[in-house]
T-cell receptor, first 112, second 115 residues
């Protein structure tokens, strides 16, 4: 039962352009969402999070948007840089329950 | 300073052996986790400990036994290793926040290969 889905396994974007990574979820109890970035042979690195009381959170080049009615979140990276090439995971949890449910990841490749 | 560290980074062993993976965090967090990333790259929680007490056990075979000697350490012992145990195991930690939602910080992973 895949409660968090990332339907695009891969995405290629030109350097300097906007990268948009998408994530859908099915469990309406989820109220905290996170994006992680993962390089090969390393652990996931926390990027940005958003709670369900907000619809947008921004941190430098990274912005996460949450659409609760559509059960959809997206990560925008502007401008995209070569160092952004990695696998991006979205994750979700229910407040008070520490368990994170991860999506299957999207491999982002930034083309110089 | 590494916030969440794991040893060993690589582990190659024979079927039927018993092995342990160690995890330490220096973030002062009170909750620690073990995740497994399988061959399909799917990250799934196995266990969670809060202040040395087990709080999440996701129907993992009882060949896997976590042990938390103190809140900064969470070790994973695996008995009678099977081929299907080959995976990358990640340790993570977090600290409960008053505003809800906990951000988990991950270690570098331990790549286990069972032959």
């Amino acid at each position: 039962d895949q409660q968090v889905k990332q339907n695009s396994p891969s995405l290629s974007v030109q350097e300097g352009r906007i990268s948009i990574l998408n994530c859908d979820y099915t469990n309406s109890m989820f109220d905290y969402f996170l994006w992680y970035k993962k390089y090969p042979a390393e652990g996931p690195t926390f990027l940005i999070s958003i709670s369900s009381i907000k619809d947008k959170n921004e941190d430098g080049r990274f912005t996460v948007f949450l659409n609760k009615s559509a059960k959809h979140l997206s990560l925008h990276i502007v401008p995209s840089q070569p160092g952004d090439s990695a696998v991006y995971f979205c994750a979700a949890s229910v407040w008070g329950n520490e368990k994170l449910t991860f999506g299957t990841g999207t491999r982002l490749t930034i083309i110089p | 300073d590494t916030a969440v560290s794991q040893t060993p980074k690589y582990l190659v062993t024979q079927m039927g052996n018993d092995k342990s993976i160690k995890c330490e965090q220096n973030l002062g967090h009170d909750t620690m986790y073990w995740y497994k990333q399988d061959s399909k790259k799917f990250l799934k929680i196995m266990f969670s400990y809060n202040n040395k007490e087990l709080i999440i056990n996701e129907t993992v075979p009882n060949r896997f036994s976590p042990k938390s000697p103190d809140k900064a350490h969470l070790n994973l012992h695996i008995n009678s290793l099977e081929l299907g145990d080959s995976a990358v195991y990640f340790c993570a930690s977090s600290q409960a926040g008053t505003s809800g939602g906990e951000t988990q910080y991950f270690g570098p992973g331990t790549r286990l290969l069972v032959l």
